[in-house]
């Protein structure tokens, strides 16, 4: 099965890492490994480490702050403000 990873950003509103592995642990249908990395970037580390692909879900709070480690794409960049 897959392996999820769930973990969590700094944002008011976010749900801790532990609290979102949880829910995902009740309602899986089939056996996954679940672990709570509350760190975003060891999170990603240690995805990457597992087979097959990784996918980033969540918000987009989570997806920018993942976006740089995952692309190298100057078109792809932010600006960089002066």
């Known amino acids: 099965g897959a392996t999820v990873i769930a973990t969590t950003v700094d944002a008011a509103r976010a749900m801790p890492a532990e609290a979102l592995a949880a829910r995902w642990l009740s309602g ?14 060891v999170a990603l580390e240690r995805a ?3 087979p097959g692909p990784t996918v980033v ?3 987009l709070y989570l997806v920018g702050a993942l ?8 078109d792809l960049r932010d600006p960089v403000q002066a």
């Open 28 to 41: 899986a249908a089939t056996p996954t490994q679940v672990i709570a990395e509350p760190d975003p970037l």
């Open 67 to 74: 976006r740089p480690h995952l692309v190298d794409d100057p």
């Open 48 to 50: 990457r480490r597992q």
């Open 57 to 59: 879900a969540g918000s």
